[in-house]
């Protein structure tokens, strides 16, 4: 035999043999262009500090440059426009404790850029637009969560960002959605069915709050996961700020609907704050200051809360 299949069989058994890598608690947010997922995936991380928390973009995954997409009769929120195999694999080895060479996208340039080491923390937050859309990949995470924004606001979302961040003008933006639409119909919006956890900021329509009212968020709690105990927080004047009632999904199914008022006085929303971060059984802290932050600089107390939850999963997991 030759000494190099020897020398290859030997590592092999050196590396079987070797102390297991500790898997991490594995969460996707999927959604739309401009749904708000690095946003809210930030606050997490920030909480969680860079020592525990492993942030990827799934959109990194992308096959083609910007330019290159011009000339394709599909967008960047097709499945063939992506490397979704190889998506698969990293996923894979990410939720075993393995590291990863990660592909990188720069949505400022819109090139593809240097690859870069990945190494999972105590938990991995992936990101993007398709990370709940193949069975293999899902079977990947101990949390789906999927943003769910009324389109008129997500529209305007991206036009913002476009234009402000991005670089193109209102009517590039509004053509690129155009395009997209029926690419966000067929494969980014079936992943809500996936989702443990379909989170919604948008005003309530019920009510005619004046403008500049923070936006609301409605979190659905599918019984796929086990859900926080929330009987502490919900009691009493706090109904003001969060309650919880029994909704219906579109195909009839019941669910839990967490109702987070965007237009509560910001003191009583901290107080929620304060007892679901106490309940979470963490070290003492504020999580005021480090939650809620909006890319605008503004912040919102609905977000601080809702990224709470998601952290009480995440902790909750890890257990």
Known sequence: MPDRVLRLQRIARATAVRAPARRPVMIAIAGDSAAGKTTLSGGLATLLGPGRVTTICVDDYHRYDREERRKLPFTALHPDCNYIGIMEQHLQLLATGE????????????????????????????????????????????????????????????????????????????????????????????????????????????????????????????????HPDLSKVLAGDRRWTIHLKLDREENGRPVDALHIHGYAPREDSQEVEKAIWAQLGLEPGDPIHTLGHLANGERSEPLAITQLILLYHMLDESR
């Open 99 to 226: 590291p990863i060479l990660k592909p990188v996208y720069d949505h400022r340039t819109g090139q593809l850029a240097r690859p870069e080491l990945v190494c999972p923390g105590d938990f991995v937050i992936a990101e993007g637009l398709l990370p709940l859309h193949t069975k293999l990949a899902r079977a990947c995470f101990d949390i789906a969560v999927y943003l769910d924004p009324p389109e008129e606001i997500r529209r305007r979302w991206k036009i913002d960002r476009g234009v402000g961040k991005r670089g193109y003008d209102k009517h590039q933006v509004e053509a690129e959605l155009q395009r997209r639409e029926q690419e966000s119909a067929d494969f980014i919006r079936p992943q809500r069915e996936y989702a443990d956890v379909v989170v919604r900021f948008a005003p309530i329509s019920e009510r005619e709050d004046p403008p500049g009212t923070p936006l609301s968020a409605k979190l659905l709690l599918r019984p796929t996961i086990r």
